[in-house]
């Protein structure tokens, strides 16, 4: 099975499951469905950011800030935060990730909605080759000076934004 055949979750605009398609389907539909993003931080407190394969079928050879990906049909964000992370960071064992705050991305045809965690991941990581084309950890400041020189997948500025915000809030 390829990533494209994957089965979703179709939502509502609250969240609400209305449907399933695969992944493929929704992507070129633009159907509204769910996934998660995980900040992973390293026991230095350093961000992990990776630059997206050529091959991903949203946002190929963009950098994000988040691991993360598609919450798969009948499943939970909180699974699919765990499962994702360790998945892209190629590790097992990985404590729960903390889920701080949902949002809806609805933009240029692609519409999900977001949980937004944080993990801490002490593990040496061995990224997914599939998913991940380069990577490395970035301090706060480090990060932000990226952010207008990098190619950045939209969803995760997005969500990167948020977060900042509901830090600053908390």
């Known amino acids: 099975m390829t990533p494209s055949d994957e089965i979703l979750d179709i939502v509502d605009e609250n969240d609400e499951v209305v449907g399933q398609a695969t992944r493929g389907e929704a992507t070129a539909r633009g159907l509204r469905h769910r996934c998660a993003f995980i900040e992973a931080r390293d026991a230095d407190g350093r961000i992990f950011v990776h630059r997206r394969t050529a091959t991903k079928?949203?946002?190929?050879?963009?950098?994000?800030?988040f691991v993360g990906?598609?919450?798969?049909?009948?499943?939970?964000?909180?699974?699919?935060?765990?499962?994702?992370?360790?998945?892209?960071?190629?590790?097992?064992?990985?404590?729960?990730?903390?889920?701080?705050?949902?949002?809806?991305?609805?933009?240029?045809?692609?519409?999900w909605w977001s949980y937004v965690y944080q993990v801490r991941c002490e593990l040496p990581v061995k990224p997914q080759v599939e998913e991940v084309?380069?990577?490395?950890?970035?301090?706060?400041?480090?990060?932000v000076r990226r952010l207008g020189d990098w190619p950045w997948v939209p969803d995760g500025l997005e969500g990167y934004r948020r977060l900042r915000a509901f830090r600053e809030a908390s």
């Open 69 to 111: 990906g598609v919450v798969g049909a009948g499943e939970t964000y909180d699974e699919a935060a765990l499962r994702e992370a360790e998945e892209e960071l190629g590790v097992t064992g990985l404590p729960r990730p903390e889920p701080l705050f949902k949002f809806l991305y609805d933009s240029d045809g692609h519409s």
């Open 57 to 65: 079928l949203v946002f190929p050879s963009h950098y994000d800030m």
């Open 133 to 143: 084309a380069w990577h490395t950890f970035l301090t706060d400041e480090e990060l």
